[in-house]
């Protein structure tokens, strides 16, 4: 018993801070995921733009799972199991941050595209003449092929989300 303990004793204080320790190697690997790999090319790009970082955001999505699983693996060769509880919290933790990233990549590609221009989720107030020139300058500048990638961007949104 007193040998068992002379070799576990160094590891107890590591398996106490389990999660912590784990939380840091996920944020970590999920920091290092791209989820924005086009650079905004201004007028006239929004659906390049649009399809390539949805793109990086279906790709990410097994490699993301991929992490999650190697988390779990960690966690059943370094602790045997016994610290699932910290695992799921780390685990939890991870996801929020993860969502937190689309979410901007989201609210970035709105501005991109057209949708707000300050980025904040809504249109600033504008007088309506003011409103339909701009509508009607931004529609010249927006191609059939260029409007249509975009649509096809947002149906694959819709399939990330899901």
Not at 32 to 51: H, K, N, P, Y
Not at 77 to 85: I, K, P, Q, Y
Not at 107 to 130: A, T
Request: aromatic share 4%.
């Amino acid at each position: 018993m007193d040998t068992l303990k002379a070799v576990y004793s160094p590891f107890e204080s590591f398996k106490q801070r389990y999660g912590q320790m784990e939380r840091a190697i996920l944020s970590s690997e999920i920091a290092g995921v791209d989820l924005r790999g086009a650079i905004t090319r201004g007028v006239g790009a929004q659906g390049i733009e649009l399809s390539e970082t949805v793109r990086r955001m279906e790709e990410s999505i097994p490699h993301i799972i991929v992490l999650l699983e190697a988390a779990v693996e960690r966690c059943i060769n370094f602790t045997g199991g016994s610290e699932a509880d910290e695992l799921i919290l780390a685990l939890d933790n991870i996801m929020l941050q993860y969502i937190f990233a689309l979410q901007e990549t989201l609210r970035s590609l709105r501005v991109v595209c057209g949708v707000d221009h300050d980025g904040v989720g809504s249109k600033k107030e504008m007088g309506s003449d003011k409103r339909d020139g701009n509508t009607a300058r931004k529609v010249e500048l927006i191609s059939n092929e260029e409007e249509w990638s975009i649509v096809q961007g947002a149906l694959q949104i819709l399939t990330v989300s899901d």
